[in-house]
Nanobody, 115 residues
Framework: QVQLVESGGGLVQTGGSLRLSCTVSGSIFRLNAMGWYRQAPGKQRELVAIITIGGITNYADSVKGRFTISRDNPKNTAYLEMDRLKPEDTAAYYC?????????WGQGTQVTVSS
């Protein structure tokens, strides 16, 4: 059974930094892109950043220049380094792994940025 285990969320002040991690456990076939999405209360889930197995990245405009996504392919782990955090970054952050035609999701980790 495939599971995505996230860690690294928490409470931070404006301008601070956090690093999220997401590790895929279990037998996963044809893992390709991994990404981070977020959902704030009353809003739709939105893409934050995504990285392909070859290292190609894409970011939401709102986080470009502040967030960096990376991955360790042998460890099936993706990271999201978040710098210069803003209150509007407050949300539940979800890890996504795309394998074949299947999307897997983590349970979510809360990021709260205080002003």
């Amino acid at each position: 059974q495939v599971q995505l285990v996230e860690s690294g969320g928490g409470l931070v002040q404006t301008g601070g930094s956090l690093r999220l991690s997401c590790t895929v456990s279990g037998s996963i076939f044809r893992l390709n892109a991994m990404g981070w999405y977020r959902q704030a209360p009353g809003k739709q889930r939105e893409l934050v950043a995504i990285i392909t197995i070859g290292g190609i990245t894409n970011y939401a405009d709102s986080v470009k220049g502040r967030f960096t996504i990376s991955r360790d392919n042998p460890k099936n782990t993706a990271y999201l380094e978040m710098d210069r955090l803003k209150p509007e970054d407050t949300a539940a952050y979800y890890c996504n792994a795309h394998a074949g035609v299947t999307d897997y999701w983590g349970q979510g980790t809360q990021v709260t940025v205080s002003s």
